[in-house]
């Protein structure tokens, strides 16, 4: 999508709005006892008290209104009577859709007692998204943005997801631009243009590069079950400084 109009700025600010409030309430709650199902209608509580509803479902009847994936799963974690327990980490992605404009946001939450090299491999994919959100401006190479995940996750002994990306958002969950890369795309020559709206989300992980689907075809696991840290927020491309769309 690519903003041309106030209204639609307007819209997408609202939804971002509701994205992140949900997000951040569904956050709060992540404790031990809780189930991942629980959590999950939370969340649509939420979204609906806000006019809003899950785009997951709208797009692609997925079985959750939001995806939650705990320890060894990466994305796509299907909500269940999983209880969550001291110690795991538990990422929540939430897309939310509201008059035909969506939005994209995701964190991933550690439950006490927190270990060093948890927190250590959360702060790589924090700031590696920080840095692709502030070079998301007019003219900068699209594929710029993975390799500056890809150094930031590599400078920390990381590595990064291929076969998982970014994307544009919008108008629909996935929309243009298409395959936005968590490592160097050489072959990708686009060029950021103002007023597009990207979902950045970086995946950063111990070990692993990729995942694989399991059997439902939804859940998507490292091979060698590494965690993987995962944050995400929608962001609007100006000329200038980006505008983050997923905030309160």
């Known amino acids: 999508m690519i903003i041309t109009t106030a209204a639609e700025m307007d819209a997408m ?3 971002g709005r509701i994205a992140a409030i949900t997000l951040r ?3 709060e709650a992540v404790k031990p006892g809780i189930t991942t199902k629980e959590l999950d209608e939370y969340g649509r ?8 509803k899950s785009a997951p479902i709208f797009c692609y009847d997925f079985p959750g209104h939001t995806c939650i994936s705990v320890n060894e799963v990466v994305a796509h974690g299907i909500p269940s009577e999983r209880v969550i327990q001291a110690g795991d980490t538990v990422n929540i992605d939430v897309s939310a859709v509201k008059d035909g404009f969506f939005s994209d946001t995701a964190s991933t939450f550690a439950v006490p007692p927190v270990k060093h090299n948890t927190e250590k491999l959360f702060a790589c994919c924090l700031t590696a998204l920080d840095k692709a959100i502030a070079a998301a401006r007019d003219g900068f190479p699209l594929n710029e943005l993975g390799l500056i995940v890809e150094k930031e996750a590599h400078k920390q002994g990381y590595k990064t997801i291929r076969n998982l990306c970014g994307h544009g958002v919008g108008h629909s969950l996935h929309d243009d631009p298409e395959s936005i890369y968590n490592y160097h795309e050489k072959r990708d020559k686009r060029l950021l243009k103002s007023g597009m709206v990207l979902a950045i989300e970086p995946f950063v992980s111990e070990g692993d590069d990729y ?6 075809g ?3 696991k490292t091979p060698h079950n590494n965690r993987v840290a995962q944050f995400e927020h929608t962001v609007v491309v100006t000329d200038g400084e980006p505008i983050i769309l997923t905030i309160e």
């Open 211 to 216: 995942v694989l689907e399991e059997n439902d």
């Open 45 to 52: 509580q939420i979204m609906e008290s806000y006019g809003a």
């Open 218 to 220: 939804w859940t998507l």
């Open 25 to 27: 309430k569904m956050g």
């Open 13 to 15: 600010r609202e939804i």
